[in-house]
């Protein structure tokens, strides 16, 4: 479990084989084999942890085939890309977005990029189906593992609003018309609607 509040950025190049090897500036001292970390939004276990020279981390992660078919990893993510990271919430620690589990339910694309003086609002097509319903204003979301609050939504496309802070720690700052994004809706929301 995670809280989108994204720790560093990473590094990402595809080996082979569904093999991601992944170099970040993230602490990694204390995580062990098997540690789950946050890859733009997608819970991926950690393999073969090492500490570089220069005090930069790798570690490796496999990826199946589902998460490859349903996630921006497998569609868009070209060696050398810019990933958000983060590591999984340990007991006592402060959840300072909300809670996300890193189990990514579907893509989508940017449509606008406005910069605001204060903040940046992204606009994204709104195309979910039966799960348009998670899409509504001041709910909690996930893109690309960054936890932030829908601000208005219309026919076919929601926005959000990102701050200064938001924007230079995640790739957020990267994004372009067109590109990709992972998307996990409201895990708690998804109870409310189960019992309609």
Do not use: P
């Amino acid at each position: 479990m995670f809280t989108g509040i994204i720790q560093d950025l990473g590094y990402i190049k595809n080996l082979s084989n569904g093999l991601y090897q992944i170099t970040t500036n993230l602490d990694l001292t204390n995580s062990m084999e098997g540690s789950s970390i946050s890859c733009n939004g997608v819970c991926l276990t950690a393999k073969n942890i090492k500490q570089n020279k220069d005090n930069t981390f790798i570690f490796e992660a496999n990826i199946g085939e589902e998460t490859l078919s349903r996630t921006n990893l497998g569609k868009n993510i070209l060696t050398g890309e810019k990933i958000n990271l983060e590591k999984s919430l340990k007991i006592g620690e402060e959840i300072g977005g909300h809670f996300v589990y890193g189990h990514v339910d579907t893509i989508t694309t940017v449509k606008k990029i406005v910069k605001l003086n204060n903040s940046w609002e992204y606009y994204f097509d709104k195309n979910f189906q039966n799960n348009n319903r998670f899409i509504a204003e001041k709910a909690s979301i996930a893109i690309n593992g960054v936890s932030l609050t829908i601000a208005n939504v219309s026919h076919d496309a929601f926005n959000i609003s990102v701050i200064e802070h938001t924007y230079k720690k995640t790739n957020l700052q990267y994004l372009k018309i067109d590109n990709t994004v992972n998307v996990e809706f409201d895990y708690l929301a998804r109870f409310i609607f189960k019992n309609e």
